[in-house]
């Protein structure tokens, strides 16, 4: 299986990849194409993957990349201007979709105050999902 760490990574090139080149040039193809084999191999194990930004950590799962996160704090700053706390890939993921999700991550049109989740849904990405973290909250621990 893929490392957690190195799933992360190949999301954050994609993104400064993206940020620089079109979606038609070859580097952005090699990128997206890189980003959803690592993507599928982790799938192969797991129904999805769960991908989150907690204060200005990231997180994948169970595992909190703080060394990771310190030196993507640009990633983590793209995400959260977003409105972007979470991450759900799921399985039967298609490049395709992974391509229109990160087209739609660098959208300038993209708008954080509506509901991201609706977003999403509404240009056609099933297996794909974006929100804002949940915390049960318990009595007691204030």
């Known amino acids: 299986m893929e490392s957690k760490e190195q799933l992360l990574l190949a999301l954050i090139n994609t993104i400064q990849t993206a940020k620089i ?4 040039h070859p580097q952005f193809a090699e990128s997206i194409n890189s980003l959803w084999e690592t ?9 999805e993957i769960i991908l989150g930004v907690v204060g200005q950590e990231l ?6 990349f ?21 991450i759900i890939f799921s399985l039967g ?7 229109k999700f990160i087209e739609f991550l660098l959208d300038p049109h ?16 099933s297996l794909m999902g974006l929100d804002k973290l949940n915390a049960a909250y318990e009595p007691g621990l204030s």
């Open 39 to 47: 993507l599928t191999r982790y799938l192969q194990e797991k129904n």
């Open 66 to 86: 703080f060394e990771l996160s310190e030196k993507a704090q640009s990633f983590v700053h793209f995400l959260k201007e977003r409105g972007i706390e979470k």
């Open 21 to 24: 080149y079109s979606p038609s």
């Open 110 to 125: 993209i708008r954080p105050a509506l509901d991201i989740a609706r977003q999403v849904k509404l240009i056609g990405l």
């Open 59 to 64: 997180c994948l799962e169970d595992q909190i």
């Open 93 to 99: 993921l298609q490049l395709e979709e992974l391509q």
